[in-house]
């Protein structure tokens, strides 16, 4: 493989997801879903990313009905929402029809938001395509009768390991943690934004218009304006979604894959090539940052999302980091 790695213009198309954050994540007290859904929308609009596409579940507006008002100041603000289910569980954790119910689902609370998108996109929870052809192909089917296409991820940095580190050192209140977090969350972004483009190269032959990906965390909050102060000056331009789908790695389909990947990283698997990713010492680093006791990040994770998560699907807990 060519060591392509260099900082070049690329283009990406932002796209934020689970600004109403997953069920069993601690959150800062005084901030709200809809605080924080505000300040990223009006960011974006600061950089003239009016009409972004967020991807976010609804599962927490059956008992925090209050939580729909950061939906609706994301439209306000001029952007979009996509179809990304109700209950944010991956495919082979639920049956054909309980998976098509909870899209469903999704689509009583947002649908007349979605509607009022000059597209209509539905993205997997974690962008996971869940290990089946069939299967995967039968929500293709099912979604794309309905009008919707799959807006897959092609660049993420793992900015989910941000968020507890980050809940941490704004709960001890320290001023240091917190700079240096918010730092790493910023050069994290960058290092992996280019391992993407690098990789994306590799396999198309030309740099490819990435699907870049953020959550609608306190910590994006924090840092998306550097984040894209430092790829503005890399050169990275802005497209819309949209612009992004029309190139090959974005429309086409990896083959399916059981792990915790997103689109690019499958594509890599199937062609025998590392997957970028953050390296393990990386996000050693991230996870434990800004100790506090009981509140580790993969506990927190597993103990209060995905085994709740799985046993209200009536799913087997299957979680597998690597
Ligand atoms: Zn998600």
């Known amino acids: 493989m060519n060591d392509t790695r260099a900082d070049r213009p690329l283009q990406i198309a932002v796209t934020i997801d689970d600004f109403v954050l997953w069920d069993g994540v601690p959150a800062v007290d005084d901030v709200s879903p809809t605080d924080t859904t505000r300040s990223v929308a009006k960011t974006l609009n600061e950089y003239g990313l009016t ?6 579940h609804t599962y927490r507006l059956d008992n925090e009905p209050e939580h729909m008002a950061a939906f609706d100041a994301w439209a306000e603000a001029g952007h979009h929402l996509g179809n990304h289910t109700h209950q944010h569980a991956p495919l ?8 098509r119910n909870d899209f469903e689902i999704a689509e009583k609370y947002i649908g007349h938001l979605i509607e009022a998108a000059p597209s209509k996109y539905f993205r997997y929870p974690m962008d ?12 293709e089917e099912y979604i794309g009768a309905r009008g919707y296409r799959n807006a897959p991820i092609t ?4 900015d989910f390991a941000f968020i507890v580190p980050y809940f941490r050192a704004v709960t001890l209140g320290d001023k240091e943690f917190q700079a240096q977090i918010r730092n790493l969350h910023v050069s994290t972004a960058v290092d992996m934004l280019y391992r993407h483009a690098d990789t994306a190269r590799t396999l198309f032959g030309a740099d490819a218009p990435l699907i870049w990906l953020v959550h609608g965390t306190p ?9 894209f102060e430092a790829f503005l000056e890399r050169g990275v331009e802005f497209v819309t979604l949209d612009e992004a789908m029309k190139h090959p790695m974005n429309f086409g389909m990896p083959p399916c894959a059981e792990s915790f990947t997103n689109h690019l990283q499958r594509f890599a698997l199937a062609a025998g090539i590392p997957k970028p990713e ?3 010492e990386q996000l050693g680093e991230i996870i434990n940052f800004a100790p506090i006791p009981g509140i580790d990040t993969m506990s927190t994770y597993e103990e209060g999302l995905f085994k709740p998560l799985a046993k209200r699907v009536g799913a087997e807990y299957d979680w597998d980091w690597s």
């Open 51 to 56: 009409g972004t596409y967020g991807f976010s």
């Open 219 to 227: 910590i994006s909050r924090d840092t998306l304006a550097p984040i």
């Open 278 to 280: 953050l390296d393990l």
């Open 92 to 99: 082979r954790w639920m049956s054909d029809d309980a998976f």
């Open 128 to 139: 996971m395509s869940s290990g089946s052809e069939r299967r995967r192909g039968e929500v």
């Open 155 to 158: 660049s993420w940095f793992s």
